[in-house]
Nanobody
Framework: QVQLVESGGGLVQAGASLRLSCVASGRSFSSWKMGWFRQAPGKEREFVAA????????YYDDSVKGRFTISRDSVKNVMYLQMNSLKPEDTAVYYCVADPIGYFGYTESSSYKYWGQGTQATVSS
């Protein structure tokens, strides 16, 4: 069974950094795509970043380009989201997502079959 478990959220001030982790288990993810979505209170979920597991190709929403970096450790089956220069508007629950079809359909939540429980990141001004 596929399991996705996020961690690394917390409370930080604007300009600080956080690194989120997602431990994936249950399968070989070599042909999968994985990524991060976030949801702020009162808002719909939005795409943050995605990665093709094997080649490591990455995709970012414009709102986080230049500040966030998605990566993965294919040996440990851990995906990361390094978040730098955090802003109050980055405050949200961040969800780890994965899907066995590892191409296209990166930015829509419906493109991902598996979701983690989320980890809260709060950025104060």
């Amino acid at each position: 069974q596929v399991q996705l478990v996020e961690s690394g959220g917390g409370l930080v001030q604007a300009g600080a950094s956080l690194r989120l982790s997602c431990v994936a288990s249950g399968r070989s993810f070599s042909s999968w795509k994985m990524g991060w979505f976030r949801q702020a209170p009162g808002k719909e979920r939005e795409f943050v970043a995605a990665i093709r597991w094997s080649p490591g190709s990455t995709y970012y929403d414009d709102s986080v380009k230049g500040r966030f970096t998605i990566s993965r450790d294919s040996v440990k089956n851990v995906m990361y989201l390094q978040m730098n220069s955090l802003k109050p508007e980055d405050t949200a629950v961040y969800y780890c997502v994965a899907d066995p079809i590892g191409y296209f359909g990166y930015t829509e939540s419906s493109s991902y079959k598996y979701w983690g429980q989320g980890t809260q990141a709060t950025v104060s001004s």
